[in-house]
């Protein structure tokens, strides 16, 4: 069974750096074709998509963040690590990690079918 | 980025009813489309993934049709449970992105 779970500090002051974990199991980090990718919604608004990770060290970002945002993993300890720097009371929202699909056939896909709780972090001075 | 907007921003429904939801993108994303169902205090729940394929254990009643730029998913009767809001999501192109979401609510 595959699980993905986000921890981290839910308090972060402006222009401080964000780090946040995501610790899997049920699969591995390793594996050809596995992707992590970081999902946040802000109080009363639409998902957006942040960054992913493959197997392969591949990285992908949203180009509005991919200055602020460095997005690592560790096959060793199962986790995948989201920084943000200079948050902003705007990054006020509840930040997901999620596994990407892979169908019956085995073909890996960018969408999301496996997702953490999220975890909720306010921005404020 | 490739932009996804959603129609309408706001459906109310009966239960019991069939409920139609779109979706439309600035550019072909082929049938690289998904659509997720969240719930308040939940994480998303992945309903359909390549624009038609229900996800593992995704009822019947939920289906995805279109590719291209016009993409629509229909809920055929709604249940009590289906009172959430819906989003696509795109993964042709990067930045992956999510459309502004159709709230579903009862009527």
């Known amino acids: 069974q595959i699980t993905l779970k986000e921890s981290g500090p839910t308090l972060v002051r402006p222009t401080q750096t964000l780090t946040l974990t995501c610790s899997i199991s049920?699969?591995?980090?390793?594996?050809?074709?596995?992707?992590v990718g970081w999902i946040r919604q802000p109080p009363g608004k639409a998902l957006e998509w942040l960054a992913l990770?493959?197997?392969?060290?591949?990285?992908r970002y949203r180009p509005s963040l991919k200055s602020r945002l460095t997005i690592t993993m560790d096959a060793f300890t199962n986790q995948v690590v989201l920084t943000m720097t200079n948050m902003d009371p705007v990054d006020t929202a509840t930040y997901y990690c999620?596994?990407?699909?892979?169908?019956?056939?085995?073909?890996?896909?960018?969408?999301?079918?496996?997702w953490g709780q999220g975890t909720m972090v306010t921005v404020s001075s | 980025e490739i932009v996804m907007t959603q129609s309408p921003a706001t459906l109310s429904v009966s239960p019991g009813e069939r409920a139609t939801l779109s979706c439309r993108a600035t550019?072909?994303?082929?049938?690289?489309l998904a659509w997720y169902q969240h719930k308040p205090g939940q994480a998303p729940r992945l309903l359909i993934y390549?624009?038609?394929t229900r996800a593992t254990g995704i009822p019947a009643r939920f289906s995805g049709s279109g590719s291209g730029t016009e993409f629509t998913l229909t809920i055929s009767s709604l249940q009590s449970e289906d009172f959430a809001v819906y989003y696509c999501?795109?993964?042709?192109?990067?930045?992956?992105?999510f459309g502004q979401g159709t709230k579903v609510d009862i009527k």
């Open positions: 999620a596994h990407r699909l892979r169908d019956t056939s085995g073909w890996y896909h960018d969408a999301f079918h496996v």
């Open positions: 550019q072909s994303v082929s049938s690289n």
């Open positions: 390549g624009a038609s």
């Open positions: 999501q795109q993964y042709s192109d990067w930045p992956r992105t």
């Open positions: 049920g699969f591995s980090l390793s594996t050809s074709g596995v992707g």
């Open positions: 990770i493959h197997w392969n060290d591949d990285k």
